[in-house]
């Protein structure tokens, strides 16, 4: 598991010495094809169930539609849990495509199989991250947006419980 870790790690923490480019093909490399995440809410690019590396990485194009650029981590803290399982606190501050500041944080929880992260479990404000985002479906083509389980019809939604 620690060499799982400094994966992470070696991923997370570039200071931008490399173009994004590269940085998210390093990042989806620590991905299994089938993998499974989990995102709570469902009024953002990442929320809901979905499964495999080319729903995550219609997530990255999302949210490279959303964000001016790449969250800079702040904060982050590590624990082994087990063979298997990696738990990441984290705090990251970006701006969004309305200009508007946008501090985060949240909880990761990451399942490895044979070196592959396999499972992705995210926990952080998602009715904030929604507010945020406001307006994501016009920016994201809806090729891309029909592999998000978030997509839904293509509408935002009202934020009064029980109304779209």
């Known amino acids: 598991m620690k060499s799982n870790l400094e994966r992470v790690r070696s991923v997370l923490g570039g200071d931008g010495e490399l173009p994004d480019e590269e940085m998210r093909a390093r990042f989806l490399e620590l991905y299994a094809e089938d993998v499974k995440l989990r995102w709570q809410g469902a009024d953002w690019p990442w929320g809901g169930d979905m499964r495999g590396r080319d729903r995550l990485i219609a997530c990255m194009h999302a949210t490279s539609k959303v964000l001016a650029g790449p969250p800079e981590f702040r904060q982050s803290r590590f624990w082994i849990l087990d063979d298997e399982w990696l738990l990441w606190w984290w705090s990251s501050r970006t701006t969004t495509t309305h200009g508007e500041r946008f501090d985060n944080s949240g909880l990761t929880l990451l399942r490895f199989r044979d070196d592959k992260i396999c499972e992705h479990w995210e926990y952080t404000d998602t ?38």
């Open 127 to 164: 009715e904030r991250t929604a507010r945020m985002f406001r307006g994501w479906r016009t920016l994201v083509d809806p090729e891309v947006g029909s592999l998000l389980a978030s997509w839904n019809d293509g509408q935002e939604r009202d934020s009064t419980p029980g109304r779209r």
